[in-house]
C-alpha cells in the first residue's frame, strides 16, 4: 500500500506569533501586554478550545471576562486568528509530494478559529487528502486518540506513515505507535529525511 505524509500544521507549514494578537487585544483591554500575551499563550482556555470543550464564543467570553477586553466577538476572532504565516520551503515540499500523487494529511493541535482563517488566506491548505483536527476529534496530540483517529482516516498504520511536527513529545507518540517520523528542525533536513524515506527525490 502507498505510504501517506502527515504534517503537523503550526511551526511546519504555517508560522505563528501569540504576541500579534496580545497586542491589538491588549490595547482594548484592562490587562499589560506582558500579562495578555502570558496569558493567551498559556491559559487552560487555549487548550479547552482546541480540545473542542469551548466554542469560539464562549472562549471570547471567557478571554473577555480574564482580560477585560471591550471589543467585539468578531473582532476579538479576527485579532486572535491574524497571528499565522506560510512557511513557503515546506508549503513547496507539500506541492512537491502532491505533483508525486502521494496522498497527504494534516495532523494539527488547533482550533476553528485558526482554521477557518488558514483557510481563507492560504490555498495550499485545500489541497491534503484528509485533517486531523484535534478541535474536532476531542483529544490533542500526543493523546492516543487522535493519533487512532489519523491512521482511520487515512487507512494506514505503523510504517506506512511518514510524520513531521516539530514537537518532540508528538513525534515520539508517532513513533510509539511504528510510525516514520521526523523532528521538523528545518526543511532542508525534513526533506532529506523524507526523500530517504520515499526512495526518491522531492
Known amino acids: 500500500m502507498q505510504p501517506v505524509v502527515v504534517f503537523d500544521l503550526g511551526k511546519v507549514l504555517v508560522d505563528f506569533d ?5 497586542k491589538k487585544v491588549a490595547a482594548r ?7 495578555l500575551h502570558d496569558f493567551l499563550s498559556s491559559s487552560p482556555l487555549l487548550v479547552q478550545l482546541e480540545s473542542g470543550l469551548l466554542t469560539p ?3 471570547y467570553t471567557e478571554i473577555q471576562k480574564a482580560t477585560g477586553f471591550t471589543g467585539s466577538a468578531d473582532e476579538f476572532t479576527n485579532y486572535f486568528a491574524d497571528i499565522f504565516a506560510p512557511m ?6 507539500h506541492a512537491a509530494l502532491r505533483k508525486r500523487q502521494i496522498p497527504t ?12 482563517h488558514i483557510r481563507r488566506q492560504y490555498p495550499f491548505f485545500g489541497n491534503f487528502d484528509g485533517y486531523i483536527l484535534s478541535y474536532e476529534v476531542g483529544a490533542m496530540k500526543p493523546q492516543a486518540k487522535i493519533y487512532e483517529a489519523l491512521e ?12 513531521i511536527d516539530d514537537r518532540l513529545e508528538n513525534v515520539q507518540a508517532g513513533a510509539a505507535r511504528g510510525w516514520q517520523i521526523v523532528l521538523h528542525e528545518s526543511p532542508d533536513a525534513t526533506r ?6 520515499l526512495s526518491m527525490p522531492i
Open 88 to 93: 513557503p520551503p515546506m508549503v513547496e515540499l
Open 57 to 59: 464564543h464562549q472562549f
Open 105 to 116: 494529511y494534516i495532523f494539527s493541535n488547533t482550533n476553528d478559529i485558526a482554521i477557518g
Open 29 to 35: 483591554s484592562a490587562i499589560t501586554i506582558e500579562n
Open 192 to 197: 532529506a529525511a523524507l526523500q530517504k524515506f
Open 152 to 163: 482511520k482516516l487515512c487507512g494506514r498504520r505503523g510504517a506506512e506513515i511518514f510524520y
Open 18 to 22: 501569540y504576541t500579534i494578537a496580545a
